[in-house]
Structures are given as structure tokens and as C-alpha cells.
């Protein structure tokens, strides 16, 4: 077997595996509660899976459940931030909300001042705006810049409202992927929803 191909396979296989937890943790918050054996299982998942464990979102999650289960004690407060971060991953970010939207795991935080004039912009996910030409038109009208994928240059990553079925997984796709990339790198990249950028525009 070819590198190329070798490489192609060991990418599947990690996709495969995210996608895997993201199923895992669905099923822990369905029913809006998180207990420490539902805490320790999906850490010992991930330390079975070394291969993604150091792979976004794994290793936010990853992390985070470790520092919890530090002391052998999953603190009130602790289930209520571990089931905010799952949330977070999965978008569904409470009980109430529609099916299929996007992950907030990676927005900035705080949500950043959103300037537009030469800024460079990239867009992922479904929008309730519109369509993405009439997000991409939006910002060109207000002095932005927009590229097709997140590069050195972007300046914002913007996420739609839903997900969208091109992405290769269920709640993100590459652009999102390639932004986190990027901030690791140093690049001062912000992720942003579009719930925040429509506000942005209507601060204008």
C-alpha cells in the first residue's frame, strides 16, 4: 500500500472514531444528566483510541474530563460544565433546540468585535440569512473579503446556524477543522456563529 493511500485510510479511521464519540456523547446528554461512570467511559474510550485522542474535538473533551476526574470526584458543578461542553460539541445546545445544528465547541470566547473592511471572511454550514451566496454578497457589500476555505489570511470563520450535509461529520466539517488548525499555529483566526455575525451586520 502506497503513503498516499496509507494516509487516506489512517484519515477514515480517525473520522470514523469522532464521529463514534460524538454518537457516545448524544446518548450521554439525552437525557440531560452526566454521572461519573458516564464520565469515566468516555474518558477510557478516548484512552483506547489514543490515535484521535490529541485530534480537535477529541482532545478539548479529552482534557477536560481528565482534569474533572483528577480528584475521583465529578463535582456538581463539574457534571454541569462537562454536559454544557458535550452540548457544545454535539449543538445541541439545549433540550429545546432543533435537530441538526451546527457544534459551538470551537466558537471564540468571548465573541469577539466583528470589523469588516478588508477583513477576509470563509463560510461553513447552513445559514437561516439566506443562502451562502447571500452571506458571502452580504459581507463583499460591507468592505469583506471572502475565500472558500480558512487559510493564513482569514481573519473570521463563519459557522451556519444547521449543519450542513456535506460535512464529514455529523456537527463539523474541514473548514472548521482547518481553523482550529490554524489558531493552534498562532494564527489570530476567530470563529464566530452566525447568530453573532447577523448581529455584527445589525450594528452597522
Known sequence: ????????????????????????????????????REAIFIGQWIENHREVADKWPVNVVYARVTEMLRDGILTSEEKAELLSTLRDLTGEGSPLQEPNQSTTLPLTRPEPEVDFTDKVFSLTGKFVFGSTL??????????????????QKTDYLVIGEFCSPDWVHTTFGRSIERAIELQEQGQDLKIISERHWVDSLAAR
Open 134 to 151: 447571500d452571506c458571502e454578497e452580504t459581507i463583499v457589500e460591507m468592505g469583506g473579503i471572502i475565500v472558500p476555505a480558512p487559510t
Open 1 to 36: 500500500m502506497s503513503k498516499t493511500n496509507r494516509s487516506r485510510n489512517a484519515l477514515r479511521i480517525q473520522d470514523r472514531l469522532i464521529d463514534e464519540l460524538i454518537g457516545i456523547c448524544r446518548g450521554v446528554i439525552a437525557d440531560s444528566v452526566i454521572d461519573e
